[in-house]
Structure formats: C-alpha cells, structure tokens
C-alpha cells in the first residue's frame, strides 16, 4: 500500500458526526477523507436508527389509525390488512435514498469516501482494511474520530437479533411477535414497543426506575406518556430489574424479573426479547491503545472544550464521547469541530439541545426538568396548557397531553419546555429557539401564534406561566 498524499482531515466513521464534518471540511476549503466501513454513510443513524425507525413509527400509527380511529371521523373503512413485508420495503426506499443522497453531496463538497475500516498506525496515520480486503493508508494533518455507538449487551443473553433482538432486529422483524418483552423502558423501548403493539404484538416494557422515558424525562410528562401508551395497549412493569434471561429453548426466551428493591423474583416469557438499556462509545479496534489514548470508565474518549483528545490535532465527536447521544446534537458537534480547525471558534449551546421521543402522542422537551431544578435549589414557576383546551387539537380529535413551561421565580427567564402531544417534536424548536435566545414565558406569550393551532397550546402554557391563559 502507499501511503497518499497528506489531508488536512481524516475522518474516522461516516455517521452523522463524521459525515457533517466532512461536508463542512470540504466547504471550507479542506482537503479531507472520511472513512466509514459499513459500506453506507449516515451511520446509525440513517441505517438502523432514526430513519428506519421513524419509518416504521409513521407507518404503523397510520396502520393503527385506520384500523381503530376511523369510524368516529366518518371513514368506514373494510378489509384493513398488514402488509409488513411492504411496510419495511418503505422502510428501505427512504434509508437507501437518504444515504445516496449523502454520497452525492460528498462528491458536490470534495469529500474522498474510503469504504472500509479505519485503525491508527500512528499519531498522523490511519491505516484501513478496505471492504474489498486489500489494505491502504491515509495521512492527515487532523485526524477526527467519529466512530459513535453500540447497543449494551444483556448479560446472559445472547443477540441473535431475532428472539433476542436490539434495536437492529426490532427495525427487520420478519413477523409480528405475539408476546414481546422489552428490558428497558428508555425511548428505544418506548418507540419500537410502540411499533410493535400498533401492529398486533402483545408488549411488556420492564423498566428498572420508577418512571419511563430515561433520563431527562420530566416526572409529570411521564406519568402523563404511560398513561396514553398503557389506553393503546402497552404494559408496564416499573421498579423492576431484569435479573437473568434463558434464551436456550427454540423459540420463546424466559426472564427473571424481580423489584429493584429486592423481592420475590417472577418469570416473564416471551417469543421476543427486546434489549434496550442503553447504548455504549464504539472504539473497538482503532489502536487507540498504541497512541497512547485512553477511554474513561464509561468507554467515552476524554476529549477538552475544543473536541481535542490529549494528542492535540486528535479530535472526537458524537456518540462516542461525552453528552447525549443525539444526531443533532453529533451534527451541532461536527459544525462547530470544524470551525474550531480553521477558525478557531466553534460553539454548542449543551443547555439547549432538544429531546424528542416519536411514539404517538410524541413527547419533546429542552432545557431542565422539575427534578433537576429542585436538586440545584433554584426557584421556578410552572405554567401548564392541556391540548384538550386546544381548538386544532380538539378538531383533529387528537388531544392528548399538555404543554409545560418551567422559569425562573424572579425573572420569568425560561428554563425548560415539556411537551407530550400532538406534533410535540416539531413544537420544540420553537422552545429550543426561545431558551436559546433567552426569552422570558411573556416574551412566547405576547408572539401571536396562528389560530387555528396545535402552536396556540404553547403561548397558552407561556401564558399559564407568567398569568394566566384565556382557554383554560
Ligand atoms: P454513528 O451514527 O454510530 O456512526 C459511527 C459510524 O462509524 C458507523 O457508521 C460505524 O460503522 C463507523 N465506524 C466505527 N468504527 C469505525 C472504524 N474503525 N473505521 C471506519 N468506520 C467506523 N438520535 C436522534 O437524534 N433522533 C432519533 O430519532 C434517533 N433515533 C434513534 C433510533 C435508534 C434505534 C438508535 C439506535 C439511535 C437513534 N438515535 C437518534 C441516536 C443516533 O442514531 C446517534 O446519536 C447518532 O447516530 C450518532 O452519530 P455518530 O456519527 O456519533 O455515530
Ligand atoms: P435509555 O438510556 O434511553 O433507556 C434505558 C432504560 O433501561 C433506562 O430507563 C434504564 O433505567 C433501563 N434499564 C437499564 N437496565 C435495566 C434492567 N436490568 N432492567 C430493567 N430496566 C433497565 O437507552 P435506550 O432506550 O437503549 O436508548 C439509547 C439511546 O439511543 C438513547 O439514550 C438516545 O440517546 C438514543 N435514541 C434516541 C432516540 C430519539 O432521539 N428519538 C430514539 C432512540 C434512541
């Protein structure tokens, strides 16, 4: 292999950090390669992630709508049939033209794109096994490690992605399972549950903690999510751990379930097994060890303000270093990586990247839940708005939830926006971009917010927050 000429950039990993890096090197002006060995960019994200996942997620509420929320609204509908088989052919058409679409815009920003496996030879050398097997090198001036994440293994449980699957095999499920049991009650666990019970499944979430959602939920907004999805037709087992797993018998897996507290142990069985607690950094196999990088104890590379790792022109992003593990807030990463090369500047506002879990109804939020704000002793007020107080809401026959502003006692400055409901993940950007800016609650509540709109339950909860709202 010879070595090629030197980049300015070397990516490792074509995720959705790697992949803006790239499209932005290439915008500024920089010689830049990324290299990626799934033989598709976009990453988790666009490969079994969000895209698929979301997919699935529209498709099946619209299935579950025709099938039970259609009389009421005057459509009589017969004969309603799943076709899953379609349904994941959709599925592929959107991933496999969102990654085409990446290739295209590498080729419109100069990026070089080498299909294959990236490790350290030095601190200035990648070496790569390329997908064809042959093998070559690449140089870069900087090097950027965007290598993301994996699923946590359950110990004891072996994934075979079919009756023990992670989110990989809930995205490719071949049929509908008829009992599936989901160890977590985390946004995987709610969305592909989600998926699944719409589409016949009968869906136990074990979740350890006493509420679901995962971390940064607030309290109240949970409460209100399990709720709806226990109507639609999910159980929940809460404070509960699952202990062991027995996945030995041909087709049904048995789990140890016992109260986080300790108790009486019970078995649950299943024909699936959904293992979603949590994903970990993916660094396997890059030599970090031979440059003399070190992970922390969650596996996450150490990296300083700047993205830098303690050999300075090494740097990392996304979901395999510190932060949440979300595609914007890689994308927001990547932008700012960038500038922080070739200009020296770069910022991510980490207080106001949005949340945003896509079960039906959706629930989003940003900024600081009730709880975090008791623990750090601050005072707030509270202004909530239901959407069965909204008029679109109501006309869509669709108004489950609320909208929920949390700010500061004295000066009304918002601190967090909580949204189960109806287009809640759209809604948010509006809270992104007022906690952003600094907006007080009677800075959203004197913006005139059209009518007839879901929008109008978000000035009415500002409103709630600082006085009072006109419709409840
Ligand atoms: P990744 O997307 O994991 O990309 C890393 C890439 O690096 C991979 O393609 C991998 O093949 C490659 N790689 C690794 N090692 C090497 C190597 N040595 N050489 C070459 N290539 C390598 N986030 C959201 O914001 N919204 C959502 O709706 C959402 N839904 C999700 C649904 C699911 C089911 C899952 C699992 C995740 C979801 N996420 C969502 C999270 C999101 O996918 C991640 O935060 C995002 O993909 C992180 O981007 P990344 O580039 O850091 O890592
Ligand atoms: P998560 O961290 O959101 O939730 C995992 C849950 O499992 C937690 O509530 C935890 O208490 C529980 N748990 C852990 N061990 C357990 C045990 N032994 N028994 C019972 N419960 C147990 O992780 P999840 O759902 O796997 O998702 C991983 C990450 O992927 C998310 O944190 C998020 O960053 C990303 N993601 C984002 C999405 C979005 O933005 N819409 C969608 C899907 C994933």
New binding site residues.
């Given amino acids: 292999a010879t070595p090629a000429e030197e980049k300015d950039l070397v990516i490792i990993g074509g995720g959705v950090a790697g992949y803006v890096a790239a499209i932005k090197a290439g915008q500024e002006g920089l010689k830049v390669t990324c290299i990626e060995k799934r033989g598709a960019l976009g990453g988790t994200c666009l490969n079994v992630?969000?895209i698929p996942?979301k997919s699935l997620l529209n498709n099946s509420h619209l299935y579950h709508t025709v099938l039970h929320d259609t009389k009421n609204r005057g459509i009589d509908v017969e004969g309603v049939k799943l076709n899953l088989a379609n349904m994941m052919k959709a599925k592929e058409t959107s991933v496999n033209s969102l990654t085409k679409g990446i290739e295209f815009l590498f080729k419109k920003n100069n990026v070089e794109y080498i299909k294959g496996t990236g490790a350290f030879a030095d601190e200035h050398t990648v070496a790569v096994r390329l997908m064809d097997g042959s093998e070559t090198s690449v140089r870069g001036k900087n090097i950027l490690i965007a290598t993301g994440s994996e699923?946590t293994p359950f110990p004891g449980l072996t994934i075979d992605e079919k009756k023990v699957i992670t989110s990989t095999g809930a995205i490719a499920l071949e049929k509908v399972p008829k009992k599936m049991v989901v160890?977590?009650?985390?946004?995987?666990?709610l969305?592909m549950g989600s998926v699944w019970s719409r589409l016949g499944a009968e869906v136990t979430v074990?979740?350890?903690?006493g509420q679901i959602g995962?971390?940064g939920m607030d309290a109240e907004i949970s409460k209100n999510i399990q709720k709806t999805l226990t109507k639609q037709g999910m159980k929940f087992m809460l404070n509960?751990?699952?202990v062991s797993g027995d996945d030995s018998a041909a087709d049904s897996v048995k789990l140890e379930v016992e109260a986080a507290k300790g108790g009486k142990n019970q078995t649950l069985e299943a024909d699936v097994i959904l293992v979603?607690?949590?994903?970990r950094p993916y660094t396997a196999n890059l030599n970090l060890e031979g440059i003399g990088l070190e992970t922390d104890t969650r596996g996450r590379l150490v990296i300083d303000s700047e993205y830098r790792t303690k050999i300075p022109h090494i740097r990392c992003i996304g979901d395999c270093t510190f932060g949440?593990?979300?595609a914007h807030k890689a994308e927001e990463e990547a932008v700012a990586v960038v500038e922080f090369m070739t200009k020296n500047y770069g910022h991510v506002n980490y207080n106001a990247i949005p949340?945003?879990?896509?079960t039906h109804p959706e629930v989003a939020w940003v900024g600081q839940n009730e709880a975090e704000l008791k623990e750090a002793g601050v005072k707030y007020k509270v202004g909530t708005f239901p959407f069965s107080a909204n008029s679109r809401a109501k006309t869509n026959q669709d108004s489950d939830g609320m909208v929920k502003f949390l700010a500061d006692a004295d000066t009304d400055r918002i601190l967090g926006v909580h949204i189960v409901g109806p287009n809640a993940g759209e809604m948010i950007a509006e809270g992104t971009l007022a906690l952003e800016y600094g907006a007080s609650t009677e800075d959203v509540g004197r913006t005139s917010h059209a009518h007839p709109t879901l929008a109008e339950a978000f000035k009415e909860a500002a409103m709630a927050t600082y006085g009072k709202a006109i419709h409840y």
């Avoid at 074990?206 to 903690?209: G, T, Y």
């Avoid at 979603?276 to 994903?279: E, H, P, Y």
């Avoid at 949340?355 to 896509?358: C, D, I, P």
């Fill in positions: 992630g969000c996942s699923s160890i977590g009650g985390g946004i995987i666990g969305e074990v979740e350890f903690l995962g971390p509960t751990k699952v979603a607690i949590g994903r949440p593990m979300l949340s945003v879990m896509y």
